[in-house]
């Protein structure tokens, strides 16, 4: 990744370690792609993907889903700090900018109580039971 970042080439990374589908809430982030950046003295771009519901159809559990992407401000790593206390601060400042960003674009506090709210365009309605019905 050094190799690339030092030749000015982009690196998507989710550092959320996997992608869950249709998820609209933030979580928090692994360290490991922070360390990356610190030790490459390189940015990170924080962005957060907006999920916006439609009313087509898209398959026989889901809605089509419209997307916005915020892209938040660079955090850069601090070089009076070592690789490892910028990866935590580094962790900490992309998730809360996520966070404020989730709660600016949906109008509510972020909590982890779950809700099919929190899986865009999942009709549950449309659910069926394992017997099909």
């Known amino acids: 990744m050094k190799e690339l970042i ?23 982030c692994k360290r490991g792609t922070y360390l990356f950046a610190a030790q490459a003295n390189a940015p990170v771009v924080p962005i957060f993907v907006e999920m916006i519901d439609t009313e087509k159809d898209d398959n026989a559990q889901f809605k089509e889903l419209k997307y916005i992407v915020h892209v938040l401000d660079p955090i850069y790593p ?3 700090k070592s690789d490892r206390q910028n990866s935590i601060d580094m962790a900490k400042q992309d998730y809360d900018e996520r966070v404020a ?26 659910k069926k ?5």
């Open 6 to 28: 030092d030749a000015g080439e982009f690196v998507q990374i989710y550092p959320e370690e996997e992608l869950w589908f249709n998820y609209r809430k933030p979580r928090p």
């Open 78 to 80: 601090d070089p009076k």
């Open 101 to 126: 960003c989730y709660e600016r674009v949906y109008g509510k506090k972020l909590d982890y109580k779950f809700s099919y709210s929190d899986i865009a365009c999942y009709d549950k309605g449309l």
């Open 129 to 133: 039971t394992s017997s099909g019905k």
